[in-house]
């Protein structure tokens, strides 16, 4: 069995993530153990951790991205943008991982995915978010 990195992973949930943003733009009825499986065969708790966490507080997420994304919203993203965007304030205000990685990871995601500009919105929106987190 292939062993991933949390890299790796990362660019498994945005892909679920996207998947379910599509869905749900669409009306699109689904469960959310069956996309990750579509997606991802292997069983893997970070996978399953970040996908459900980012579902259970994406309303709050999405308020600390619309607080922070200058002149835009978060809805206004495409939906590889919005996953993106939304793992990375899931993982900075509700997990341990280290913030910067937390901040890193996105970043990286967004070069790959994200055109410029994007990538640039999503990096300031982090880390207004940080410094948020970080001044309480």
Known sequence: MEHKTRSELRVTIMTIL??????????????VDEV?????????????????????????????????????TINRLGNTDKAILEMGLYELIYTDTPNIVCINEAVELAKLYSDDSVRKMINACLDKALKEQENG
Not at 18 to 31: A, D, P
Not at 42 to 54: A, Q, R, T
């Open 18 to 31: 996207y998947q379910i943003g599509v869905y749900t733009k669409n009306h699109i009825e689904y469960e």
């Open 36 to 72: 990750i499986k579509e997606v991802s065969p292997i069983d893997n708790e970070f996978v399953k951790e970040i996908v459900y966490g980012v579902l259970t507080y994406q309303s709050e997420l999405d308020a600390v991205a619309n607080r922070y994304l200058d002149g835009w």
